[in-house]
Protein backbone atom coordinates (compact mmCIF):
# COMPACT_ATOMS: atom_id res chain seq x y z
CA UNK A 1 0.00 0.00 0.00
CA UNK A 2 2.99 2.34 0.05
CA UNK A 3 3.61 5.05 3.19
CA UNK A 4 1.92 8.27 3.71
CA UNK A 5 2.91 11.18 5.12
CA UNK A 6 1.31 13.62 6.87
CA UNK A 7 3.20 17.03 6.84
CA UNK A 8 1.95 19.86 9.48
CA UNK A 9 3.25 22.42 11.95
CA UNK A 10 1.86 24.12 15.10
CA UNK A 11 3.03 27.69 13.40
CA UNK A 12 0.25 27.18 11.25
CA UNK A 13 -2.70 27.77 13.83
CA UNK A 14 -0.85 31.30 14.09
CA UNK A 15 -2.11 33.42 11.28
CA UNK A 16 -5.05 34.50 12.44
CA UNK A 17 -7.68 36.84 10.46
CA UNK A 18 -10.19 38.73 12.00
CA UNK A 19 -12.73 37.11 14.33
CA UNK A 20 -15.58 35.42 11.82
CA UNK A 21 -13.27 35.30 8.84
CA UNK A 22 -13.81 31.65 7.54
CA UNK A 23 -10.46 30.83 7.32
CA UNK A 24 -9.91 30.32 11.24
CA UNK A 25 -7.52 28.23 12.61
CA UNK A 26 -10.37 25.59 13.43
CA UNK A 27 -10.03 24.47 10.03
CA UNK A 28 -6.32 23.09 10.72
CA UNK A 29 -7.73 22.02 14.63
CA UNK A 30 -10.47 19.99 12.94
CA UNK A 31 -8.13 18.58 10.47
CA UNK A 32 -5.65 17.09 12.81
CA UNK A 33 -8.32 15.97 15.28
CA UNK A 34 -9.59 13.86 12.67
CA UNK A 35 -6.36 12.42 11.27
CA UNK A 36 -6.08 11.16 14.82
CA UNK A 37 -3.74 7.71 15.75
CA UNK A 38 -6.97 5.75 15.79
CA UNK A 39 -8.12 6.99 12.50
CA UNK A 40 -5.34 7.06 10.50
CA UNK A 41 -2.61 4.66 12.09
CA UNK A 42 1.04 4.32 10.32
CA UNK A 43 1.25 7.68 9.24
CA UNK A 44 4.13 9.22 9.14
CA UNK A 45 4.06 12.44 10.85
CA UNK A 46 6.58 14.93 9.93
CA UNK A 47 7.10 18.64 11.02
CA UNK A 48 6.97 21.33 7.82
CA UNK A 49 10.30 22.88 7.52
CA UNK A 50 10.88 26.52 7.08
CA UNK A 51 10.03 27.29 3.61
CA UNK A 52 12.65 29.37 2.40
CA UNK A 53 12.67 32.53 0.16
CA UNK A 54 14.71 31.30 -2.42
CA UNK A 55 11.92 28.68 -2.90
CA UNK A 56 9.23 31.28 -2.98
CA UNK A 57 10.67 32.98 -5.33
CA UNK A 58 10.85 30.68 -8.05
CA UNK A 59 6.68 31.77 -8.49
CA UNK A 60 6.81 35.59 -6.77
CA UNK A 61 9.13 38.18 -7.59
CA UNK A 62 11.39 38.89 -4.24
CA UNK A 63 10.89 42.71 -3.83
CA UNK A 64 7.01 41.36 -3.73
CA UNK A 65 7.70 38.64 -1.14
CA UNK A 66 9.83 41.14 0.89
CA UNK A 67 7.41 43.61 0.77
CA UNK A 68 4.70 41.38 2.52
CA UNK A 69 7.12 40.21 5.04
CA UNK A 70 7.44 43.72 6.15
CA UNK A 71 3.66 43.90 6.56
CA UNK A 72 3.38 41.78 9.23
CA UNK A 73 1.97 43.03 12.72
CA UNK A 74 3.61 42.80 16.02
CA UNK A 75 2.45 40.59 18.18
CA UNK A 76 -0.56 41.58 19.56
CA UNK A 77 -1.16 44.20 16.94
CA UNK A 78 -4.28 44.42 14.22
CA UNK A 79 -4.07 42.08 11.56
CA UNK A 80 -2.95 44.13 7.96
CA UNK A 81 -5.75 43.95 5.31
CA UNK A 82 -4.14 42.80 2.12
CA UNK A 83 -7.50 42.92 -0.35
CA UNK A 84 -10.88 42.71 1.11
CA UNK A 85 -10.31 38.74 2.18
CA UNK A 86 -6.80 38.27 3.01
CA UNK A 87 -4.91 39.11 5.93
CA UNK A 88 -1.50 39.35 7.81
CA UNK A 89 -1.42 39.09 11.20
CA UNK A 90 1.35 38.32 13.50
CA UNK A 91 2.37 34.76 12.70
CA UNK A 92 0.94 34.97 9.14
CA UNK A 93 4.65 34.99 7.62
CA UNK A 94 6.02 31.94 9.80
CA UNK A 95 2.75 30.05 9.15
CA UNK A 96 3.07 30.75 5.27
CA UNK A 97 6.47 29.53 5.06
CA UNK A 98 5.71 26.61 6.81
CA UNK A 99 2.99 25.80 4.32
CA UNK A 100 5.56 26.20 1.10
CA UNK A 101 7.73 24.29 3.35
CA UNK A 102 5.71 21.48 3.54
CA UNK A 103 4.91 20.65 0.41
CA UNK A 104 8.83 20.95 -0.49
CA UNK A 105 9.03 18.15 2.02
CA UNK A 106 6.71 16.46 0.28
CA UNK A 107 8.05 16.39 -2.86
CA UNK A 108 11.56 15.69 -1.40
CA UNK A 109 10.55 12.82 0.91
CA UNK A 110 8.78 11.11 -1.97
CA UNK A 111 11.54 11.91 -4.43
CA UNK A 112 13.97 9.97 -1.88
CA UNK A 113 12.02 7.53 -1.33
CA UNK A 114 10.85 8.19 2.85
CA UNK A 115 7.29 7.36 1.62
CA UNK A 116 5.07 7.47 -1.22
CA UNK A 117 2.80 10.29 -0.72
CA UNK A 118 1.85 13.34 1.46
CA UNK A 119 -1.08 15.60 2.90
CA UNK A 120 0.17 18.88 4.37
CA UNK A 121 -2.13 20.46 6.33
CA UNK A 122 -1.20 23.99 6.61
CA UNK A 123 -2.92 27.43 6.75
CA UNK A 124 -3.28 29.65 4.97
CA UNK A 125 -4.36 27.95 1.51
CA UNK A 126 -2.30 28.90 -1.41
CA UNK A 127 -3.99 28.41 -5.13
CA UNK A 128 -5.36 31.67 -5.43
CA UNK A 129 -2.47 33.93 -4.91
CA UNK A 130 -1.03 35.35 -7.86
CA UNK A 131 2.85 36.20 -8.24
CA UNK A 132 2.65 39.54 -6.85
CA UNK A 133 -0.63 39.59 -5.51
CA UNK A 134 -2.12 37.65 -2.02
CA UNK A 135 -5.86 37.34 -2.82
CA UNK A 136 -8.56 34.88 -1.32
CA UNK A 137 -7.39 34.25 1.31
CA UNK A 138 -4.29 33.17 0.09
CA UNK A 139 -0.28 34.72 0.72
CA UNK A 140 2.05 32.64 -1.06
CA UNK A 141 0.61 29.90 -3.98
CA UNK A 142 2.28 27.03 -2.16
CA UNK A 143 1.62 23.97 -4.60
CA UNK A 144 2.46 26.08 -7.36
CA UNK A 145 6.16 26.72 -5.99
CA UNK A 146 6.52 23.01 -4.56
CA UNK A 147 5.46 22.10 -8.83
CA UNK A 148 8.33 24.20 -9.76
CA UNK A 149 10.60 22.96 -6.89
CA UNK A 150 10.11 18.93 -8.39
CA UNK A 151 10.94 20.10 -11.58
CA UNK A 152 13.89 22.49 -11.05
CA UNK A 153 15.47 20.11 -8.05
CA UNK A 154 14.75 17.02 -9.42
CA UNK A 155 14.94 17.64 -13.03
CA UNK A 156 11.65 16.32 -13.80
CA UNK A 157 10.06 17.30 -16.99
CA UNK A 158 6.46 16.47 -16.48
CA UNK A 159 4.89 18.53 -13.14
CA UNK A 160 1.10 18.33 -13.01
CA UNK A 161 -0.81 20.09 -10.44
CA UNK A 162 -4.71 19.29 -10.27
CA UNK A 163 -7.39 21.90 -8.41
CA UNK A 164 -10.19 20.34 -6.92
CA UNK A 165 -11.35 22.98 -4.95
CA UNK A 166 -14.45 24.38 -5.60
CA UNK A 167 -12.63 28.24 -6.36
CA UNK A 168 -10.54 28.18 -9.57
CA UNK A 169 -6.85 28.28 -8.62
CA UNK A 170 -6.27 31.51 -10.51
CA UNK A 171 -2.39 31.89 -9.22
CA UNK A 172 -2.05 29.07 -10.46
CA UNK A 173 -3.31 28.99 -13.85
CA UNK A 174 -1.49 32.23 -14.25
CA UNK A 175 2.25 30.39 -13.84
CA UNK A 176 0.32 28.09 -16.65
CA UNK A 177 -0.08 30.92 -18.75
CA UNK A 178 3.55 31.63 -18.61
CA UNK A 179 5.17 28.44 -18.14
CA UNK A 180 3.94 25.79 -21.38
CA UNK A 181 6.15 23.10 -19.52
CA UNK A 182 3.76 23.23 -16.37
CA UNK A 183 0.32 21.50 -16.72
CA UNK A 184 -2.45 22.65 -14.62
CA UNK A 185 -6.36 21.31 -14.41
CA UNK A 186 -8.89 22.70 -12.59
CA UNK A 187 -12.37 21.66 -12.04
CA UNK A 188 -14.61 24.46 -9.63
CA UNK A 189 -17.69 25.91 -9.87
CA UNK A 190 -18.36 28.33 -12.46
CA UNK A 191 -19.22 32.05 -12.31
CA UNK A 192 -17.88 32.84 -8.39
CA UNK A 193 -14.76 33.95 -7.24
CA UNK A 194 -12.53 34.79 -8.59
CA UNK A 195 -14.32 34.66 -12.16
CA UNK A 196 -11.86 33.17 -14.00
CA UNK A 197 -11.67 29.19 -15.11
CA UNK A 198 -13.77 29.35 -18.19
CA UNK A 199 -13.29 26.12 -20.29
CA UNK A 200 -11.81 27.73 -23.22
CA UNK A 201 -8.81 29.18 -21.46
CA UNK A 202 -6.04 25.97 -22.47
CA UNK A 203 -2.87 28.51 -22.63
CA UNK A 204 -0.35 26.38 -24.52
CA UNK A 205 -2.59 23.44 -24.11
CA UNK A 206 -1.19 22.82 -20.41
CA UNK A 207 -4.23 24.11 -19.07
CA UNK A 208 -7.38 22.18 -18.35
CA UNK A 209 -10.61 24.24 -16.80
CA UNK A 210 -13.59 22.42 -15.96
CA UNK A 211 -16.45 24.53 -14.56
CA UNK A 212 -19.72 23.12 -13.57
CA UNK A 213 -22.85 24.97 -12.88
CA UNK A 214 -23.69 25.30 -9.11
CA UNK A 215 -25.76 22.15 -7.59
CA UNK A 216 -23.96 20.45 -9.41
CA UNK A 217 -23.79 16.85 -7.38
CA UNK A 218 -21.53 13.67 -7.71
CA UNK A 219 -22.71 11.91 -10.62
CA UNK A 220 -22.20 15.09 -13.07
CA UNK A 221 -19.18 16.07 -11.26
CA UNK A 222 -17.39 12.71 -11.09
CA UNK A 223 -18.71 12.68 -15.18
CA UNK A 224 -16.95 15.85 -15.85
CA UNK A 225 -13.68 14.41 -13.69
CA UNK A 226 -13.78 11.02 -16.11
CA UNK A 227 -14.05 12.64 -19.27
CA UNK A 228 -12.03 15.75 -19.13
CA UNK A 229 -9.77 16.07 -16.78
CA UNK A 230 -8.47 12.31 -16.42
CA UNK A 231 -7.76 11.96 -20.17
CA UNK A 232 -5.37 15.07 -20.14
CA UNK A 233 -3.54 13.66 -17.32
CA UNK A 234 -3.28 10.58 -19.00
CA UNK A 235 -1.94 11.90 -21.76
CA UNK A 236 0.62 14.35 -20.10
CA UNK A 237 1.98 10.99 -18.30
CA UNK A 238 3.08 13.32 -15.19
CA UNK A 239 6.16 12.04 -12.99
CA UNK A 240 4.84 13.74 -10.28
CA UNK A 241 1.43 15.17 -8.89
CA UNK A 242 0.39 17.59 -6.98
CA UNK A 243 -2.64 18.17 -5.94
CA UNK A 244 -4.53 21.80 -4.38
CA UNK A 245 -7.05 19.72 -2.05
CA UNK A 246 -10.01 21.75 -1.49
CA UNK A 247 -12.79 20.64 0.40
CA UNK A 248 -15.72 23.43 -0.22
CA UNK A 249 -17.52 21.44 -3.01
CA UNK A 250 -19.34 19.54 -0.64
CA UNK A 251 -23.45 20.34 -0.02
CA UNK A 252 -22.67 21.59 3.39
CA UNK A 253 -20.03 24.10 2.80
CA UNK A 254 -21.26 28.14 2.71
CA UNK A 255 -19.10 29.84 0.45
CA UNK A 256 -20.07 27.80 -2.58
CA UNK A 257 -22.86 25.86 -4.17
CA UNK A 258 -21.85 22.57 -5.33
CA UNK A 259 -23.91 19.21 -3.65
CA UNK A 260 -20.77 16.67 -3.46
CA UNK A 261 -20.64 14.61 -0.46
CA UNK A 262 -18.11 13.22 1.62
CA UNK A 263 -17.21 10.06 -0.62
CA UNK A 264 -16.12 11.70 -3.82
CA UNK A 265 -13.57 13.25 -2.35
CA UNK A 266 -12.30 9.45 -1.39
CA UNK A 267 -13.08 8.63 -5.25
CA UNK A 268 -11.16 11.50 -6.81
CA UNK A 269 -8.25 10.80 -5.17
CA UNK A 270 -8.42 7.25 -5.76
CA UNK A 271 -8.31 8.26 -9.14
CA UNK A 272 -5.61 10.88 -9.10
CA UNK A 273 -3.33 7.64 -7.36
CA UNK A 274 -4.23 5.85 -10.82
CA UNK A 275 -3.24 8.55 -12.90
CA UNK A 276 -0.14 9.43 -10.68
CA UNK A 277 0.54 5.56 -10.26
CA UNK A 278 0.56 6.24 -6.46
CA UNK A 279 3.13 8.88 -6.76
CA UNK A 280 0.85 12.15 -4.98
CA UNK A 281 1.60 15.24 -2.72
CA UNK A 282 -1.62 17.07 -1.73
CA UNK A 283 -1.92 20.60 0.44
CA UNK A 284 -4.90 21.74 1.75
CA UNK A 285 -6.76 24.57 -0.19
CA UNK A 286 -10.48 25.71 1.15
CA UNK A 287 -12.98 23.73 3.36
CA UNK A 288 -15.39 26.08 6.02
CA UNK A 289 -17.73 23.64 6.78
CA UNK A 290 -16.37 22.09 9.64
CA UNK A 291 -17.34 18.37 10.15
CA UNK A 292 -17.75 18.17 6.48
CA UNK A 293 -13.98 19.45 6.48
CA UNK A 294 -12.92 16.85 8.54
CA UNK A 295 -14.89 13.98 7.27
CA UNK A 296 -13.47 15.03 4.00
CA UNK A 297 -9.71 15.27 4.50
CA UNK A 298 -10.38 12.14 6.98
CA UNK A 299 -11.66 10.02 3.57
CA UNK A 300 -8.82 11.91 1.54
CA UNK A 301 -5.71 10.65 3.92
CA UNK A 302 -7.31 6.95 4.40
CA UNK A 303 -7.53 6.56 0.82
CA UNK A 304 -3.71 7.55 0.58
CA UNK A 305 -3.08 5.54 2.72
CA UNK A 306 -4.99 2.39 1.88
CA UNK A 307 -4.26 2.56 -2.02
CA UNK A 308 -3.64 -0.23 -3.94
CA UNK A 309 -1.82 0.39 -7.21
CA UNK A 310 -3.99 -1.30 -10.29
CA UNK A 311 -2.52 -3.86 -11.86
CA UNK A 312 -0.32 -2.72 -14.69
CA UNK A 313 -0.61 1.03 -13.78
CA UNK A 314 -2.55 3.68 -15.24
CA UNK A 315 -6.53 4.05 -15.90
CA UNK A 316 -8.15 1.46 -16.77
CA UNK A 317 -11.20 2.58 -19.78
CA UNK A 318 -9.76 6.29 -20.10
Same mark, same amino acid.
Given at each position: ?????????? %?? @? =???????? #??????????? =? !????????????????????????????? %???????????? $??????????????? *???????????? $??? %???????????????????? #???? %??????????????????????????????? !??????????????????????? @???????????????? $?? =????????????? !????? *??????????????????? #?????????????????? !???????????????? &???????????????????????????????? &???????????????
Amino acid at each position: MGKTALITHM %AC @F =EHRPPAGH #PESPERLRVVL =E !ALNETACPDLIRVQAPLGQIEDIARVHPL %ARIEEIIGLEPA $AGARSHQLDPDTYVS *AGSIEAAQRGVG $AVI %AGVDGLMKGAFDRAFCATRP #PGHH %AEAATPMGFCIWNSAAIAALYARETYGLKRV !ALVDFDVHHGNGSQELAERDPDF @FYASIHQGGIYPGSGF $AD =ERAAGNLVNVPVP !AATAS *ADWRAAVESQILPALVDFE #PEILIVSAGFDGHRLDPL !AGLNLETDDYRWITER &LLDVSQGKLVSTLEGGYHLQALAASVLAHVQT &LQTYKPRSGGGLAGV
